[in-house]
């Protein structure tokens, strides 16, 4: 008799910065680790199974993104069962919303854009509470400079200078629908610097440690490491993959939406 199995879509938010991202890994704590864990106390029992809509690195946070719990034996009794999984998460992961699917929805092909924040200020150093929002470049920005060439991300490329070690079968091309450095007026807390800025990324689907590398080429760029003509080189399918090595901090990276689109 083959088992019938119950599909729901429960989206989440948390702060990264004591965790080695999401994917459970051996002898460290990570996301992945205490969601199951949480699930295998309230649903005692019951076979399940939970897919993430990525995975994100250690200390990166999501303010909105989903995963898809799959359940067997009976469906869940969701006015029960949605307070006493928030209440046994720990403090830094809260659960905001939960509905039922089906199985024809697969969390990890479905089409949808993600938005990305990266979160920093510069100059002098800021008050310790601020490490798990925000990076701290220490040295004076041309942000002026930096805000155009973020402009440049924009559109279809071939971001093979943005994906850090890929493989034979990485794919490298893709779209970038937004990308953009703003004054930060998302996040605010009375001991953030009086300044602070969010570099705003907004696409489908991103390789690994782009956006932290973006950010990185853009710090460059701004301290007067780099010209803008170097990043547009990295841009340029016609010259040679330039191999970068800035990988900015994972503790000023934030997951702030992911939207699922109607196919």
């Not at 309230?42 to 990525?54: F, M, N």
């Not at 991300?153 to 794919?171: A, L, M, Q």
């Not at 800025?197 to 301290?223: C, E, H, P, T």
Request: with cysteine.
């Amino acid at each position: 008799m083959q088992r019938k199995r119950f599909y729901y879509i429960i989206e989440l938010q948390y702060l990264g910065f004591r965790f080695h991202g999401w994917q459970k890994q051996p002898q460290v704590n990570t996301l992945q680790r205490m969601v199951e864990r949480t699930l295998s106390y309230v649903l005692e029992d019951r076979r399940y199974k939970i897919l993430a809509t990525g995975r994100t690195d250690a200390k990166v946070s999501a303010n909105q993104t989903a995963i898809e719990l799959f359940v067997e034996q009976e469906p869940l009794d969701i006015e029960s069962f949605f307070p006493l999984f928030n209440k046994n998460l720990p403090q830094d992961i809260r659960a905001l919303t939960i509905k039922e699917t089906d199985a024809k929805f697969n969390i990890i092909q479905h089409p949808k854009v993600k938005e990305y924040l990266y979160l920093f200020a510069f100059g002098e150093k800021f008050h310790p509470f601020c490490a798990p929002f925000m990076y701290n470049y220490m040295n004076d920005l041309d942000i002026i400079l930096m805000q155009e060439a973020a402009a440049l991300f924009v559109g279809k490329h071939d971001y093979r200078s943005y994906c850090h070690r890929p493989n034979e079968h990485t794919i490298t091309t893709g779209e970038i629908l937004t990308c953009e450095i703003v004054k930060n007026t998302i996040y605010t807390a009375n001991f953030f610097p009086e300044n602070s800025y969010v570099l705003r990324v907004r696409g489908a689907g991103f390789k690994r440690n782009q956006i932290r590398l973006m950010m990185g080429v853009l710090f460059d760029l701004g301290s007067g490491k780099v010209t803008l003509d170097f990043i547009k080189k990295t841009l340029d399918p016609t010259q040679e993959k330039i191999t970068l090595e800035h990988i900015v901090p994972g503790s000023g990276l934030i997951l702030n939406e992911v939207r699922f689109l109607e196919e």
